[in-house]
């Protein structure tokens, strides 16, 4: 198995037999100057983790931001990727923001949540329009 990395730091691909899997990517939009959306796709496990960790940091912890990080398309959760989660609220928190979680219909990653109580620590929202309201609130 052979590790690529396509342009941009914050993808990671697998290449095995002329296929390519993609690990974890991460994209984010500023709806307005206070209110940012950021959206991983991909495995959240030791892999996905390093190769969106800085990106991932530095979108979520900006000073007085609202935060959404949609998990819709995490096919994959592990602790690392909870503890990154965590980390990253924490740190929005300290700096007068606020973070949610919007899980959509992704029942694998709103149980993850769930069993570990992240969901008591981080708001978890199935609606996309709650999640936003929620964070502005």
Known sequence: MERGYPAGPARLF??????IELIMAIEFEDVSDTFRRIKLSGRLDIAGTEAISIKFTNLAASASRRVVV???????LASIGIRELISGAKALQ????????????????????????????IPMFSSLSEADQAALA
């Not at 949609?70 to 994959?76: H, P």
């Not at 973070?99 to 109580?117: Q, R, Y």
């Open 70 to 76: 949609d998990l819709t398309d995490v096919s994959f």
């Open 14 to 19: 697998f290449f095995t037999n002329c296929e």
């Open 94 to 121: 300290q700096r007068g923001g606020r973070m949610v979680l919007f899980v959509g219909d992704n029942a694998g990653v709103s149980k993850t949540l769930e069993v570990t109580g992240v969901d008591t620590l």
